[in-house]
């Protein structure tokens, strides 16, 4: 009696630990929209290697923070600007000794792939609102989506922000507003570089200077909640593999790859 009770122990603690095991090959990462496409294609890499379940919820860096605060169960995030990732760490819910600001990217003008304007030179004097004519100008929410951040900087320095202000359409994300404009419903677009490569509705008219903005990082860093897998994944990151793909989308790698 004993001996049976004893091999029913054994398989019932061979049961309770396979739920654990399990949840351990999968990991829930929050990432900043205009990461998709490249993303995507690292967690397919990641998972086919390890065995790992990676499952992404995309959107605005500023939504993401927030729900991380008020308990998301994220694993790992993925930050278009270092504003949301120190708001994350200031409210003690991200790792900060995990962080790495890994991406850089570049802020473009973008227009209907139709439309017949071209060649556009960004600088100093630039007139966007006179560029846009009766058309709206489609970006990021100006006050916390990253991509419409940077754009309002750029536009302040430029001394195009005052006149253009009233033709901008605010979208919740980056890639709301590349929608906007592949769609014809905005005349001009202000995306990140690697969002317009992505889309065919869309042309690249022109790039702001690099110095007319802050520089556009991307922190990424472990939750606080985070499960043991979520090093791996971002020493992943890191690697020479996730390196040639986050390149072909555009991005600019800022590290050393690990591996």
Do not use: C
């Amino acid at each position: 009696m004993n001996r049976l009770a004893g091999l029913f122990l054994t398989f019932a603690a061979l049961f309770a630990a396979a739920p654990a095991t399990a949840q351990d090959k999968a990991l829930t990462v929050f990432a900043a929209a205009s990461m998709k496409n490249a993303l995507d294609e690292i967690d397919a890499a990641y998972t086919a290697k390890t065995g790992t379940k990676i499952t992404v919820s995309y959107g605005p860096s500023s939504g993401l923070a927030r729900q991380i605060e008020q308990g998301a169960p994220a694993d790992v995030f993925i930050s278009a600007d270092t504003d949301w990732m120190d708001y994350a760490i200031a409210r003690k819910t991200i790792s900060e000794s995990s962080r790495v600001n890994l991406l850089g990217n570049t802020i473009v003008l973008i227009a209907p792939k139709d439309s017949k304007i071209e060649n556009v030179s960004i600088g100093s004097g630039f007139d966007l609102a006179k560029l846009a004519g009766g058309g709206r100008i489609a970006t990021g929410d100006v006050k916390s989506v990253p991509v419409g951040k940077y754009a309002k900087a750029a536009l302040e320095k430029l001394g195009a922000w005052q006149a253009a202000e009233p033709k901008f359409a605010m979208a919740e994300s980056v890639r709301a507003a590349l929608t906007l404009v592949a769609r014809g419903e905005a005349a001009l677009g202000i995306v990140y570089s690697t969002d317009a490569r992505i889309e065919p509705g869309v042309k690249i008219v022109g790039t702001f200077p690099a110095d007319s903005h802050p520089a556009i990082i991307y922190p990424v860093a472990a939750t606080m909640a985070a499960k043991p897998e979520a090093a791996n994944y971002l020493a992943f990151l890191r690697s020479t593999a996730a390196k040639n793909i986050l390149e072909k989308y555009g991005f600019k790698f800022l590290v050393s790859p690990s591996t």
